[in-house]
C-alpha cells in the first residue's frame, strides 16, 4: 500500500506539472463554456425572464458546468494515449510498480482539473451577477456534483485512450460529443419544452441529472429528496463506468 | 565463468497464425554485452518484449536475473531497466523531475535517492542542465536522459533497443561510452540493434535472428572468422614483365601452407583466401622469402559483421527492405 501511495504520488505529481506548466491547454475545453456564458447568457437574458421566470445566466449556468466537466474528463485519457504512442508507456509497464497506479494517478489528475475549471466557471458566473441559492456550501455541493458527472466520464475516457490508435481521432470524439450531449440534455432548455427524440436521449444522458441537481442547488435552495434521486442516477452511472474501465483496462494492463 | 542474467531456452512465441518465435536459446551473461540483430519483423522485438513481461512466451524457459519471467514477473521488473527506441522524455519535465520520477517509481529509499541522482546527472553530463525542461533538450541529450533515468536502482540486466537511433556521431560515441561503462560495471546489457558498426564496436557476442529462429551466433571474431572470407593481398616487386613469374612461384610456394585455403591471381597481385589465423601474415612472408620472391606489400583484410549478417540473414534482409515487414 505504501508503494501504490508512492507510484502514485510520483505520477499524480507528473500530471500537475503538466497542468502548470501548460495552463492554455485548459483554454481548449474553456472556449465553449465561456463564449455561451458571455454571449448566450446575454443575448437570452430578457427573452429568458418572461420564459422561464428566472436569470438566464442562473439557468445557465449549470449546464456550463456540465460541459466543462464533461469536456475536461472527456479528454482526460489523451495524455494516456500521447504516453502510448511515444513509448513511454511501454517503460511505465516495464517499472516494478502497480500498474492500477498509472491509471488511478491520471484518474485524480483529470478530476482535480474537472473541479479546478468547474470553480473558475462559477466564479465568473457570480461575477456576473448569479446568485447561488444554497451560499458557500453550495459551491462545494456544486463542484462535488460536477465530479460525480467527471468520475464516469473519465473511466470511459481512459478506456478510449486503449482504444483509439492516434490522437485526432480521440479529438474528434470529444468535438462530436460535449457540446452535443450538452444540447441534448436540459442545459439550455426545460426538458419539457424539448422535441420528444431530443427529450429521449436527454433522459439517459447522465449530464440532464448533474445539471437538475446544480440547478435545483443554484436557483432553489437545498432540497434533499429531489437531489438525492439525481445523485443516486451519477453514482450508479460512475459505478458502471468505473466498472466497466477498470475490467478492460485490467486486461490491457495485464 | 560468469552467471547468466539472461536465459532463453526453446522460447516460441505467436501471433495468431504468426509464428514470431521458433525455438529461440539464447544467454547473456554478467559484465557482457550481448548484441541481438536481424531484420525488422525477424523477432528482435518480441524477444525484448518478453525479457521486458511486456509480452507472454507460447513455450519455453525465460528468466531474467535468475526470476521467470511467468512467475516472477515483478521480481524481473525490479532487475532490469527497458529504455526503448523512442525518446520517452516528457518535455515539460525537467531533467531533475525525470529522475524524481523514475526513483521513486523504482521505490529507492529516501537516504538514497538525492545521491544518485546527482551521480545519474553527472555520468550522462547534465550537470548545469538539471533544471532544464526536456523540450528544450537536444535530442541527444534527452536519449542520454532516458538512459540515467533507467539506471538509477542499478539493476543488473539492461534491455536496449536501438540505443543510437537517429544520434549525431558525437553524441552516438557518447553514449556508447556511456555504455561501455555500464558493462565494467558488471551489468548484462541485452542490446537490439541494426547497426553493425555498433555491434561491432560494443559486442562480446552477438546472435543474429531471421524469421523467428536464432541462424548464428558467436563472438563477432568467430563469426567472422567462420565466413571463410579472409584474405591476404600480397604484391610482388618486379616488373611486370617479370610479375607473372614471380606470382606462379609465390603461389607454389605458399599452396602447402596449413592456413592457406586457395589463391588467385589479381593483376601484379596474389589473392590469398587463409583460415582466420594470426600466423597467416608471418607464414605467407616467410614462405615467399624462402622462394626468393621480393614482396612489396602485403595486406590482411577481414569481413566486416555486416557481411556476416548478410551471409546469414541476406535474404530476409532484402524482403524486409521490398515490402517493409
Request: aromatic share 8%; glycine share 10%.
Amino acid at each position: 500500500m505504501r508503494d501504490f501511495i508512492d507510484e502514485t504520488r510520483a505520477q499524480f505529481t507528473r500530471w500537475m506539472l503538466h497542468l502548470k506548466r501548460e495552463p492554455f491547454s485548459l483554454a481548449f475545453n474553456l472556449l465553449n463554456p465561456l463564449i455561451l456564458l458571455v454571449f448566450m447568457g446575454s443575448a437570452f437574458q430578457g427573452l429568458a425572464r418572461n420564459a422561464l421566470g428566472a436569470d438566464y445566466r442562473a439557468y445557465l449556468l449549470p449546464g456550463l458546468l456540465a460541459l466543462t466537466a464533461f469536456g475536461n474528463s472527456m479528454g482526460g485519457g489523451i495524455p494516456l494515449l500521447f504516453d502510448r504512442e511515444n513509448g513511454s508507456l511501454t517503460r511505465l509497464m516495464t517499472a516494478p510498480i502497480s500498474r492500477a497506479s498509472i491509471i488511478f494517478s491520471r484518474f485524480l489528475a483529470v478530476n482535480v482539473s474537472t473541479m479546478l475549471q468547474c470553480l473558475l466557471i462559477l466564479i465568473l458566473g457570480v461575477l456576473f451577477g448569479v446568485r447561488i441559492a444554497t451560499g458557500v456550501g453550495g459551491i462545494f455541493a456544486l463542484l462535488g456534483v460536477g465530479l460525480l458527472l467527471g468520475f464516469g466520464v473519465t473511466a470511459i475516457s481512459l478506456m478510449l485512450a486503449f482504444r483509439f490508435e492516434n490522437h485526432g481521432d480521440f479529438f474528434a470524439v470529444i468535438g462530436l460529443t460535449s457540446l452535443p450531449l450538452t444540447f441534448l440534455s436540459s442545459a439550455f432548455v426545460p426538458l419539457d419544452n424539448l422535441p420528444g427524440w431530443m427529450r429521449a436521449v436527454a433522459l439517459v444522458n447522465p449530464m440532464t441529472y448533474a445539471i437538475d441537481a446544480m440547478r435545483a442547488l443554484i436557483l432553489t435552495g437545498w432540497n434533499p429528496q429531489g437531489l438525492a434521486f439525481m445523485l443516486a442516477v451519477l453514482v450508479v452511472f460512475d459505478a458502471v463506468m468505473l466498472w466497466l474501465g477498470s475490467r478492460m483496462l485490467g486486461r490491457h494492463l495485464a | 565463468m560468469s552467471a547468466s542474467l539472461v536465459r532463453i531456452d526453446g522460447l516460441k512465441k505467436s501471433y495468431g497464425e504468426i509464428l514470431a518465435l521458433d525455438g529461440v536459446s539464447l544467454e547473456a551473461e554478467a559484465g557482457k554485452i550481448f548484441g541481438f540483430l536481424g531484420p525488422n519483423g525477424a523477432g528482435k522485438t518480441t524477444t525484448v518484449k518478453i525479457l521486458a513481461t511486456l509480452a507472454r512466451p507460447d513455450a519455453g524457459a525465460v528468466t531474467v536475473a535468475g526470476y521467470d519471467v511467468l512467475k516472477d514477473p515483478a521480481k524481473v521488473r525490479a532487475s532490469i531497466a527497458y529504455i526503448p527506441q523512442e525518446v520517452t522524455a516528457d518535455p515539460y519535465l525537467t531533467a531533475r523531475e525525470h529522475l524524481n520520477f523514475y526513483a521513486a517509481l523504482y521505490h529507492l529509499p529516501a537516504g538514497l535517492r538525492a545521491r544518485r541522482i546527482e551521480e545519474a546527472l553527472a555520468l550522462v553530463g547534465l550537470a548545469g542542465q538539471e533544471d532544464r525542461r526536456a523540450r528544450r533538450l537536444s535530442g541527444g541529450t534527452k536519449k542520454k536522459l532516458d538512459l540515467a533515468c533507467g539506471l538509477l536502482h542499478r539493476p543488473p540486466v539492461i534491455l536496449l533497443d536501438e540505443p543510437s537511433l537517429g544520434l549525431d556521431v558525437q553524441v552516438r560515441h557518447d553514449v556508447w561510452n556511456y555504455i561501455l561503462g555500464l558493462k565494467q560495471q558488471g551489468t548484462a546489457i541485452f542490446l537490439c540493434t541494426n547497426y553493425m558498426d555498433e555491434a561491432e564496436r560494443l559486442c562480446d557476442e552477438v546472435a543474429i535472428i531471421d524469421q523467428g529462429k536464432i541462424v548464428a551466433r558467436g563472438a563477432p571474431e568467430e563469426l567472422k572468422g567462420r565466413l571463410n572470407r579472409d584474405v591476404v593481398w600480397v604484391e610482388v616487386a618486379g616488373t611486370n614483365h617479370h610479375a607473372g613469374d614471380l606470382l606462379a612461384s609465390l603461389e607454389r610456394a605458399i599452396a602447402a601452407l596449413p592456413v592457406v585455403r586457395q589463391s588467385s591471381r589479381d593483376g601484379a597481385r596474389l589473392k590469398i583466401y587463409v583460415e582466420g589465423h594470426e600466423a597467416a601474415l608471418a607464414n605467407i612472408l616467410e614462405a615467399a622469402a624462402t622462394a626468393g620472391v621480393p614482396v612489396r606489400s602485403i595486406n590482411y583484410t577481414r569481413p566486416g559483421l555486416d557481411e556476416v549478417f548478410l551471409h546469414y540473414a541476406g535474404r530476409a534482409f532484402s524482403e524486409g527492405a521490398t515490402n517493409g515487414a
